[in-house]
Each structure stands twice: as C-alpha cells, then as structure tokens.
C-alpha cells in the first residue's frame, strides 16, 4: 500500500533500510518534476566538490571498493515533500561521463532519499501539483541541509547502498 492507501508494486525496504520505516518503497512512486526543490539542495552541496550549481541533486555511493557519482532532479512526492526522481537519475563510475541510470523508485519517499541528511532536511514542503517549493516564511534559508544537503540518496542506484555519503 502506499501513502494514499492504494495497492502499488514495491519491495520490502528490508535490506535497503535494515528494518527502519517504512517497511515498502513503492515501485516508479508519483511526484511532479521541481526544479525548486533540485535548487534548494544544489545550492548546499559542497563548492569544493564541485556538483554545486548544476541544479540536479548530487551525491556519492562507495560500493565494493567503487565510486559511483550520481545525480538526480529534484522532484515533488504526492505527498507533498521534495525529493529526487530516481527513474530520471545519472551515473558516472568514475570515467567523468555520466550515463542515464534508473535505480525504479521514482519520486522516492523524501525520507529515504535523504536519509543521511539532517531531520530537517528531509521533509521540505512542496506543492505536489505545481512542484513549487512551499517552504514556510522565512524564506529559503538554510533549512537545515547543511553541507551536502542531499545525504545519500537513499535507496540510491539499485537500493542498496545503505547510506552513502552526501556530495
């Protein structure tokens, strides 16, 4: 079931998330493209590796000895959280050319994406029919994403990274 209650294709978030909430990640879940929600992040990253600025959500997964740098644009969830579009991700293992890579996510639960992100960081507000960042006043300060803003991204390429760190 997802979070509006409907029968979705998922798997178990067991061996992504080790047994922490939520227990399913829905398959291609819905959201809306947002380029405001990619920019929130993108402007956190840290200048020294340079990802900042692209407008896309970076981050690293170290795997088995590998580097892969992967990036994503940002994404409204239905329910209303900005996140990253996994089905519309990019890959570089290291060549410096980055490939189209689908980890079969979609608009990933905000939670998951960025699950090595601070609490705050995680549930930025978002209009999910317009995609347009709906951060409370304010502005858009830091709220809270520090230094590489976007964590890991989660369930990252193929879910099971575990938490890599954040670019």
Known sequence: MNAQGAEVCGISSQSILM?????FLEKDAPGVPSASCA???DVRES???GTAGNGLIDTVLMTSGLTINLRYPGCCTAAGFCSGDTAQGEADLGSGAFMPSNAGYGCLESTVFFST???AARRIPCNPATGVIALPDGGAGDGGAGDGGAGDGGAADGGVDGGADGG
């Open 19 to 23: 047994g922490a909430d939520p227990k």
């Open 117 to 119: 992100a601070p609490e």
């Open 39 to 41: 920019q929130f992040y």
């Open 47 to 49: 200048a020294d590796a």
